[in-house]
């Protein structure tokens, strides 16, 4: 049974940082491209980045372009978001999902991890 | 950047209802199109993908349709357990965008 559990949400301070973390088991993680993709209170969702199978390409949502970075460990069946300058509006629940077996959609989804960034 | 607007927002039904979710983009995406269902307090799962095929182990009173630019999420006979928000997903191009979501209310 595929298994994604992140960690890493805490309370940060506006313009500081945050490294998520999302472990993976039950499946051949290094066959699929992994999604981070958070939800704001009350709000939809929004996909944030994409890494390819190698870690060789990401992809950003302009929002966080610049500010965040996805990275993975194959070897460890990890996908990370390192998360910079921090804002209020990243206050959320970050989930990371796995890409499809016929497509970019998201096929199997972690239990997500509460980042707020206040003062 | 391909907005996809739902329609209904919130959508009041019984349950034994038949219900159609509408999903329309911005620009053509050809079948490149997801949904999920959310319950409250719990991650996204993933109903139909490539517009029409329905993931594993979802029930077959969900199924989906459309091509290029309209999409409809239908459910057949709402059961209890299918009272929960419902987004569509379009991954024919960066950045991949979310519908902004139905509510599927008991009425």
């Known amino acids: 049974e595929v298994h994604l559990v992140e960690s890493g949400g805490d309370l940060v301070h506006p313009g500081g940082s945050r490294r998520l973390s999302c472990a993976a088991s039950g499946f051949t993680f290094s066959f699929y491209e992994m999604n981070w993709i958070r939800q704001a209170p009350g709000q939809g969702l929004e996909w944030l980045a994409n890494?390819?199978?190698?870690?060789?390409?990401?992809s950003y949502a302009d929002s966080v372009k610049g500010r965040f970075t996805i990275s993975r460990d194959n070897g460890k069946n990890s996908v990370f978001l390192q998360m910079n300058s921090l804002r209020a509006e990243d206050t959320a629940i970050y989930y990371c999902?796995?890409?499809?077996?016929?497509?970019?959609?998201?096929?199997?989804w972690g239990q997500g991890t509460v980042v707020t960034v206040s003062s | 950047d391909i907005q996809l607007t739902q329609s209904p927002s919130t959508l009041s039904a019984s349950v034994g209802d038949r219900v159609t979710i509408t999903c329309r983009a911005s620009?053509?995406?050809?079948?490149?199109l997801a949904w999920y269902q959310q319950k409250p307090g719990r991650a996204p799962k993933l109903l139909i993908y490539?517009?029409?095929n329905l993931e594993s182990g979802v029930p077959s009173t969900f199924s989906g349709s459309g091509f290029g630019t309209e999409f409809t999420l239908t459910v057949s006979s709402l059961q209890p357990d299918d009272f929960a928000s419902y987004y569509c997903?379009?991954?024919?191009?960066?950045?991949?965008?979310f519908g902004q979501g139905t509510k599927v209310e008991i009425k």
């Open positions: 999902a796995t890409g499809g077996d016929n497509g970019a959609y998201f096929q199997h």
């Open positions: 890494i390819s199978i190698s870690g060789s390409v990401t």
């Open positions: 490539k517009a029409s």
């Open positions: 620009q053509n995406i050809y079948s490149s």
């Open positions: 997903q379009q991954y024919n191009r960066y950045p991949w965008t």
